[in-house]
């Protein structure tokens, strides 16, 4: 009892704010630690430093020392190092020429009225990241992701996402817009497809936050367009859009994979803990990605939170058959498989010890792990399973 009291003791003296000190000494150094020192000017909160900011997206069961000091905080500082060194100038040449040295050519499409559409039907500004040379390339089709920020955020800011890094490797172009409505974002596709070969078959969408609420609407909006889908930072949902449109999801089938935190700023889990949470929202998931048969109830969502013996369930209060544990990146990760009546791996639940409600290490990473290994027929719509 006594070292479990001088042990929350130490715990309670590193929280100030949510924040644990950034400069406590580590056996654990990387070239970017210092960004997590670094002021910059952010909208979550008023010129805070990067190691701030992790703590203003998490709970109070942050340990900050130790996200800071992985694997996993050492991919998030290299994911947000152009955003803290040009948070306002998202167009400087010096960024421009990084990614151009990366192999991914950056784009900018400014609208002088943000409220009114342009000749193509867009609204409001968007960002264009294609692989060096694709517009030249007619004989290749790239795959396209759709990025969508947080709420409140610029559409740039899905630069911190780690997908721009996993695009210059793998040859992805990635549409980063601000207004992310969801016919916005397919009159974006109709325009980027008339200058880029893009791969029709392979179209996806990821979000954090209010970015993948916007990625689960998108997907309603045209049931047969996306192969699938990654929603970042929320619980396991999928909120029913009109009974049509769920329909059509339904029958067409979505692949999703959800990754969240376990020190989210919101509570992401146990699910049904917040409004932004829901059974139902569960309940729909498995729905439109085949897995009926893990619906539950809210009587027994609570019933696994406070009493199940497999650890993802008692964490989560969802519903669960094979749990995996990954160690790559000094997290622990809970790695979930559903498969679906036809055998597929059609949803994927991800969660990740000591992550708080910010896309963050290696989230890109399971992302596209997990969609590159779907596409669509592009004239039956049904989508295809094709694993790499």
Same mark, same amino acid.
């Given at each position: ?73 050492? #991919?998030? &500082? ?8 040009? =948070?306002?100038?998202?167009?400087? @040449? *010096? +960024? ?68 721009? #890094?996993? &695009? ?8 980063? =817009?601000?207004?992310?409505?969801? @016919? *916005? +974002? ?87 803990? *917040? ?114």
């Amino acid at each position: 009892m006594m070292k479990k009291r001088i042990a929350l003791l130490l715990g309670v003296a590193c929280l100030v704010g949510n924040v644990c000190s950034v400069s406590a000494v580590s056996q654990y150094d990387y070239e970017m630690k210092y960004l997590y020192d670094q002021k910059f000017n952010c909208l979550w909160a008023d010129y805070p430093t990067f190691g701030e900011l992790i703590g203003f997206q998490s709970s109070n069961d942050l340990n900050l020392n130790s996200f800071i000091n992985s694997a996993w905080g050492e #991919q998030t &500082a290299k994911n947000f190092y152009t955003y803290i060194t040009y =948070a306002k100038d998202p167009m400087n @040449e *010096n +960024l421009v020429a990084y990614w151009e040295r990366q192999g991914l050519h950056k784009e900018a499409y400014i609208q002088e009225d943000q409220e009114k559409a342009d000749a193509d039907g867009i609204i409001g500004d968007y960002y264009l990241y294609t692989p060096a040379g694709a517009a030249e390339n007619a004989e290749e089709a790239y795959p396209c992701i759709f990025v969508n920020h947080g709420g409140g955020e610029p559409a740039y800011q899905a630069e911190t996402f780690g997908y721009c #890094q996993i &695009a210059a490797e793998e040859g992805l172009v990635l549409i980063m =817009a601000e207004n992310e409505d969801s @016919e *916005n +974002l397919y009159n974006i596709l109709q325009k980027v497809k008339k200058t880029y070969p893009i791969d029709e078959s392979r179209i996806y969408a990821t979000g954090s936050s209010m970015g993948a609420m916007q990625s689960i609407n998108l997907s309603a909006a045209y049931p047969t367009l996306l192969a699938a889908i990654t929603t970042l930072d929320v619980a396991p949902k999928y909120i029913s859009q009109e009974e049509e449109a769920f329909a059509a999801v339904k029958e067409a089938g979505l692949p999703v994979i959800s990754i969240a935190g376990t020190v989210d700023k919101y509570d992401a889990y146990p699910i049904d803990t *917040n409004p932004m949470n829901s059974v139902s929202g569960w309940n729909d998931l498995m729905t439109v990605t085949g897995n009926e048969d893990y619906c539950l109830t809210s009587e027994e969502s609570a019933e696994l939170a406070k009493n199940s013996m497999n650890i993802m369930e008692h964490m989560t209060g969802g519903k669960f058959e094979e749990t995996s544990f990954d160690y790559p990146h000094n997290n622990k990760v809970y790695v979930n498989n559903f498969t679906n009546s036809d055998g597929v791996n059609s949803l994927r639940i991800v969660v990740v010890e000591n992550k708080g409600h910010i896309p963050s290490g290696f989230d890109a990473t399971y992302s596209w792990d997990f969609m590159k290994n779907f596409s669509r027929n592009t004239e039956t719509g049904e989508f295809i399973y094709n694993e790499n």
